[in-house]
């Protein structure tokens, strides 16, 4: 199993290689924006996936789509974190930690 670093690294190396197409193909380097902005249509994408699984509609490959959009928003989950200088295993683990503390707070 990968640790969240190694898959920063690969999802970088796939972010350099877009890169180079999009200048090769005359297209400027995508922004954060524009990686947030893609993360957003991913995200639309996961949840008619989502409301396939549930018998709602009806998706061919639904099992592989849904794993390919939930790959698409990692990856650019990542790329965010890396722009924006997160160490998202790291805060990953602190949130966790403040949302179990709170849950176990709650009286019942």
């Known amino acids: 199993m990968s640790d969240?670093?190694?898959?920063?690294g690969v999802a970088l190396e796939v972010q350099q290689?877009?890169?180079e197409l999009n200048r090769k193909k005359g297209?400027?380097?995508w922004t954060a924006k524009d990686y947030?902005?893609?993360?957003?249509?991913?995200?639309?994408?996961l949840m008619k996936l989502i409301t396939a699984?549930?018998?709602?509609r009806k998706i061919e490959d639904v099992d592989a789509r849904l794993a390919h959009e939930l790959a698409d928003c990692l990856w650019s989950l990542l790329i965010l974190a890396r722009k924006y200088n997160v160490d998202?295993?790291?805060?990953?683990?602190?949130?966790?930690?403040e949302i179990q503390v709170r849950i176990r707070e709650v009286k019942v």
């Open 27 to 29: 297209h400027r380097e």
């Open 36 to 45: 947030a902005l893609g993360l957003m249509g991913d995200m639309g994408s």
């Open 53 to 56: 699984k549930d018998n709602l």
């Open 17 to 19: 290689e877009y890169a």
């Open 4 to 8: 969240i670093k190694e898959l920063q």
């Open 88 to 97: 998202l295993e790291k805060e990953f683990h602190k949130t966790m930690n």
